[in-house]
């Protein structure tokens, strides 16, 4: 594995560095986590612990979307990280016509 995207979600609750899902260490996945992980720790630094949670759940959700589809070439958008998480949801339902 590599450490491309800085400290992933086991690393969130101890501060330490840790490496990413070998899925993320490509293009928009590593983009989106490390601007989650810098924006985490603009939290961290101003005490802003809703923002924390909140941030380090987007991140365990990008990592899990990461390992499920690691073929996935764009970052997913919120919406799918949801669906991809929650795919009986009625907001995620697909229907053919």
Known sequence: MQDCSG???SGLH???PTAAPEGLC???HADQLHT???T????QARGDEATVRKLEQQIRDLEAFGER???AAEAPS???LFCDLNPSNP???VYDD
């Open 26 to 28: 490509h293009g928009q």
């Open 78 to 80: 919120p919406l799918e």
């Open 14 to 16: 101890s501060r330490r």
């Open 91 to 93: 907001n995620c339902l």
């Open 40 to 43: 985490l720790s603009e939290a």
């Open 69 to 71: 589809h690691p073929e």
């Open 7 to 9: 400290p992933a979600l």
């Open 36 to 38: 989650y992980h810098s």
